[in-house]
């Protein structure tokens, strides 16, 4: 096959890139019981959004030109297609046969567990982030005067890969989204928009763990100080820290938490978990890279021009989604 494009100024094989995920396409397990697709079947249609993605097509419009004036399109499967085609299979195709591909890459292709996280358990960071969309996109709500989605992603900090998400509207419940992906055994790592009660209660219920940013103001009663372990190193950047177990006022349940405190420069942060076996340094350093599922949403929107929404449907973006991690 002589199919090749120009990605990142550098000629490279269209077909030993997509080969991995095109290898799953001949699986039944992975293909739709009925594909009622004739021109753009399921196959053909993962192939036409590898290549949308990997050769930087600006506009669906602008693929269906493309797919009528590049001869090498022949070569890798396609052939010209219609818009409203296209468009057609964003809402014919299950999420789930678009997840199915991407859960089997990551099993795949297992990437190495970092070291320093090893011996400690599996920590998933999580977050939202907001995406505009168009203004007559009413499932999007948002503002009064504009519409929005918001992607709800788990991020494997262990393997520094995303490992699940969900689109809701701008207004969607950070919460909530992450109540629908929470496993068992796993150390969730989120910032201040995560803070409840009932919610830290669902964490315990499901025997999973949390490491989470709260308000600096909620009142608590001590039920005993533990020792402030921090390496000599880093006492000059986390200071004034303490360490305690505590039962919170506002907490219905009356559950006994951790909770440490700590400045670095003006700032004091507040970290409540129920990992009762980590060292004081190790819940700070482990919420320190909480940062990083900031710096994937911003690769995400930018880097892959995740902000550019091909598909305005719920369902739609969730494919694209899949689909710019797939590549």
Request: glycine share 4%; with cysteine; proline share 2%.
């Amino acid at each position: 096959m002589e199919a090749f494009i120009n990605t990142q100024k550098e000629i490279v094989w269209f077909h030993k890139i997509t080969e991995p995920v095109l290898e799953f396409l001949s699986e039944k397990t992975i293909l739709p019981e009925h594909d009622s697709g004739e021109k753009l079947f399921f196959s053909r249609f993962v192939t036409l959004l590898l290549y949308f993605y990997l050769q930087g097509v600006d506009s669906l419009r602008s693929l269906v030109t493309t797919l009528k004036t590049d001869d090498k399109v022949e070569k890798i499967g396609l052939c010209p297609i219609g818009l409203s085609t296209i468009h057609d299979a964003f809402c014919r195709y299950q999420i789930d046969l678009f997840k199915s591909i991407y859960v089997r890459l990551l099993q795949t292709f297992p990437v190495n567990n970092l070291e320093e996280f090893k011996e400690l358990g599996r920590f998933i960071l999580s977050d939202g982030s907001v995406f505009p969309m168009a203004i007559g996109d009413l499932w999007a709500e948002f503002r009064k005067n504009s519409r929005a989605l918001k992607l709800h992603l788990n991020f494997e900090l262990n393997q520094m890969i995303p490992s699940c998400f969900l689109v809701t509207s701008g207004k969607g419940d950070e919460r909530h989204a992450l109540s629908k992906m929470i496993e068992k055994a796993v150390t969730y790592i989120a910032d201040r928009g995560y803070i409840s009660f009932e919610f830290f209660k669902m964490i315990l219920d499901n025997s999973a763990f949390f490491i989470i940013r709260t308000r600096k103001n909620l009142h608590y009663q001590t039920i005993e100080k533990l020792p402030v372990q921090l390496k000599d190193s880093v006492k000059f950047i986390f200071f004034q820290a303490t360490d305690q177990l505590v039962k919170f006022d506002a907490d219905k349940y009356q559950i006994t938490y951790r909770r440490i405190a700590f400045r670095t420069r003006t700032t004091l942060f507040v970290i409540v978990t129920n990992r009762l076996d980590l060292t004081t340094y190790q819940i700070i350093r482990l919420y320190a890279f909480r940062w990083q599922i900031e710096l994937f949403f911003r690769y995400f929107k930018r880097t892959l021009n995740g902000i550019h929404i091909i598909h305005n449907s719920q369902d739609g973006v969730t494919i694209q989604f899949y689909i710019m991690l797939i590549q």
